[in-house]
C-alpha cells in the first residue's frame, strides 16, 4: 500500500478542517513585475462546506476574484514592486461530510453514453489532453478488466485496478509529466494516477475529470493537532451523476478529501501560475497544514 493509500481511511463522520497551505517562489535576483492566479480555495460541494476562506499576498498586492470556466473560484493579483520572493497563503476552514461510493441508481446505459445530447454536452470532458492522454497498451488493459462491466462500474473498476499496475513512488515523476510518460515508466505520483485515469475512462466513453485539492493526512489525529500534509489530486467520472474516486488508493474519495478545483487535467487547475519579468531561476516552495477542529 502507498503512503497515500495508507493515509486515506473511510470514515462514516462529517469533520471539521482548519486547511493553511502556502506556496510561492524564491527568486534568484530582484523581480520586477509579476501577475499570478492562485487557485487555492476549497469549493463548496454537496459533500462539503466552505466557513471561511481567504487568500494573501506577500509583497502586498492587489487582488480580484472569479470563477473560471470549470468552476473554480480564482484569486488574481500583480505585485509591480521589485521583490525576490513571492508566497500566496490560502486559509479555510471546511466541513466534509460522507458520500456513498455505489452503482447510481440514475446510471445510463452504454448506447445512452454515446447519444448526440451526451457527447456534446460533455466533449470537452470525453476528449484527450496533452497530459491525460494515454496509448493503446493502456486502453487495451482497462478494456480486459472492464469487460462487460455498466458504465456506473466501469470508473470504479478502473480505480481500483490502477494502484496494482502502477506503482506510487515519491519523487518520480514532476508536475510537467504527461500520462504517457508515467504509464511508461509504471510509476507516478497522486497527480500521474489521476490523470492516466482519467485518460483511460474517456477512452471508454465516460465523461472523467481531473481534481484537485487536499487529502487528510492522520484521519486519527487529535482535535486541534496539527498536522503536516500535501496537496492531492483524484478523479470524477458521469454516468449519469458524478462519482469520486481516488485512484492512487483504489479507494472512494471520503471525508478526508477537500474539493478545490476541477478540469481537464492539472492545467486547469495549477494551484499558482503566472508570468514575471526579472531572472531566469525560480524555487518552488510548497506547505500544507490540516488541524481537526471537529
Known sequence: MTAEASAAVLVDRHQRLRIQHSTGYRYSG???????????TPLTTPHQSV????????????????WDYWGTQVVAFEVRDPHDRLEVTA????????????????????????????????????APTTRCAVDEDAVESAREVVSGREPSEVGRVVAEWLPGVLDYVRGSTGVHTSALQAWEGREGVCQDFAH???????????PARYVSGYLLPLTDSSVGEPVRGESHAWLEWWSGEWQAWDPTSGRPAGVDHVVVARGRDYDDVTPLKGIYSGPGGAELFVTVEFTRLA
Do not use: K, Q
Open 196 to 206: 492516466i485515469g482519467t485518460g483511460i475512462l474517456r477512452r471508454l466513453g465516460l
Open 91 to 126: 486559509r479555510s476552514v471546511v466541513e466534509t461530510f460522507p458520500s456513498l461510493a455505489h452503482a447510481s441508481e440514475t446510471s445510463l446505459s452504454w448506447s445512452e453514453l454515446g447519444s448526440p445530447a451526451v457527447l456534446d454536452r460533455f466533449a470537452e470532458l470525453l
Open 30 to 40: 530582484d523581480v520586477v513585475l509579476s501577475y499570478n492566479e492562485a487557485r487555492m
Open 51 to 66: 466557513l471561511e476562506a481567504r487568500v494573501e499576498v506577500s509583497p502586498s498586492a492587489t487582488t480580484y476574484s472569479y
